[in-house]
């Protein structure tokens, strides 16, 4: 096997890019990309103290027939999810580690070793075809395990604003499960948050007719939330679901009655319902159970983003024949899990797919990628490349 895809994936690892720190690790693929023909663009957003990095790399393609050629985008982030307490680590988590075949560190799955095979596999694509009729990019964050507000969505408008073209994408998210390639990413749901702040009128608990419980007046909603289905899901997607995350009220005493209640809540949403079907049901249900908005409750919505699907066509055939092709294995389309960056790369392209290593300890102490899996990823990838140009 080739140790190129190892090297790399080690000296990001070795890049303590805690979020939105990117650490330099964009500027060593940008130093790898450019020889390649790629001109490299690092796009800078977000406040002083929260300055996120992005890249977006460009390679074009042949033009084919007098038309340009379909581009093909690596998506991914370099930064990281905190270490967790350091005592706990057997070895340095920035200090790339080998033990029992495998390879240790924080970023090893999720996802420096992804990156390392997209920046190997175009490398050794173009070694092969330096001429293609197919335009390669990549689009890379700093904040993506963060609020992701000045990563991969800034970029995206800004593509979309010059009316930049997308065709295919692959986020290289560890979606495997037992096996690099068992499992792939070809959708997501949707994740939209509510803060409910049901008011009422504080006082001694022992006079509760003259105060007026916001606890009591939510629950009989509250109950009904809980036992609503909102869809039946689809040959894609599981049920959407809705869950609350916080309740608080009260004042810390026994022997008053809290002022108001406030419920954080998500709803993870499949295609089968829009943001604003939710919204619109949810609060039918509370003003069925007597509470109107504004005079009883007040109703905060944070959209983090609209589900996305791509069904099986050129994008899932060729992944999916390029894994059984280098492993033998008949990949699985799934859209479980929670959301990526996918989210944002779907509204300016058709087809949108994640793939990357195995994820049993991503965000774990003791983060692991097997090394028998790294050189797999990095050839499936360089297939996806020779499939699309063919």
Request: hydrophobic share 40%; glycine share 10%.
């Amino acid at each position: 096997m080739s140790f190129e895809t190892l090297r790399l994936a080690e000296a990001l690892i070795a890049r303590p890019s805690i979020t939105p720190l990117d650490a330099g690790c964009q500027a060593l693929i940008a130093e790898r990309l450019q020889p390649l023909g790629f001109v490299c663009e690092t796009i800078e957003s977000g406040p002083a103290d929260f300055r996120v990095t992005n890249l977006w790399a460009k390679r074009p393609g042949r033009a084919i027939a007098g038309q340009r050629s379909p581009l093909m985008v690596f998506a991914g982030h370099t930064d990281v999810a905190p270490t967790g307490p350091l005592a706990l680590w057997r070895s340095d988590p920035f200090v790339p580690t080998h033990r029992d075949g495998k390879l240790y560190g924080r970023g090893a799955s999720d996802m420096k070793t992804s990156l390392a095979a997209m920046v190997v596999a175009v490398e050794e694509f173009l070694a092969r075809e330096p001429d293609p009729a197919l335009s390669i990019g990549f689009l890379l964050t700093s904040d993506e395990e963060g609020p992701a507000n000045d990563g991969t969505v800034i970029v995206c408008q800004t593509l979309q604003a010059r009316g930049e073209q997308l065709d295919y994408c692959i986020v290289g998210e560890p979606t495997s499960v037992e096996q690099v390639g068992d499992m792939v990413k070809n959708g997501r749901r949707g994740t939209m948050s509510g803060k409910l702040t049901v008011k009422g009128l504080q006082g001694h608990i022992a006079y509760p007719h003259l105060a007026k419980n916001p606890i009591h007046l939510l629950a009989p909603a509250m109950a009904e939330l809980v036992s609503t289905v909102w869809d039946t899901g689809n040959a894609y997607f599981p049920p959407t679901s809705w869950q609350i995350s916080n309740i608080h009220g009260g004042t810390g005493v026994g022997n008053v009655i809290p002022g108001t209640v406030v419920v954080d809540f998500n709803f993870r949403f499949s295609t089968e319902s829009t943001p604003e079907g939710l919204q619109q049901r949810l609060q039918a249900i509370l003003a069925r159970h007597g509470l109107n908005a504004g005079e009883d409750y007040d109703l905060a919505w944070v959209l983090g983003g609209r589900p996305f699907l791509t069904a099986p066509g050129t994008l899932v055939d060729t992944v999916r024949d390029a894994i059984m092709a280098e492993t033998g294995v008949e990949t699985e389309l799934s859209t479980t899990g929670g959301t990526s960056d996918g989210r944002f790369i779907a509204q300016i392209c058709p087809q949108v797919i994640e793939l990357g290593p195995t994820n049993a300890t991503i965000h774990q102490i003791h983060e692991c990628v097997p090394v028998a899996d790294i050189e797999p990823l990095k050839n499936i990838y360089r297939r996806v490349l020779e499939k699309l140009s063919a």
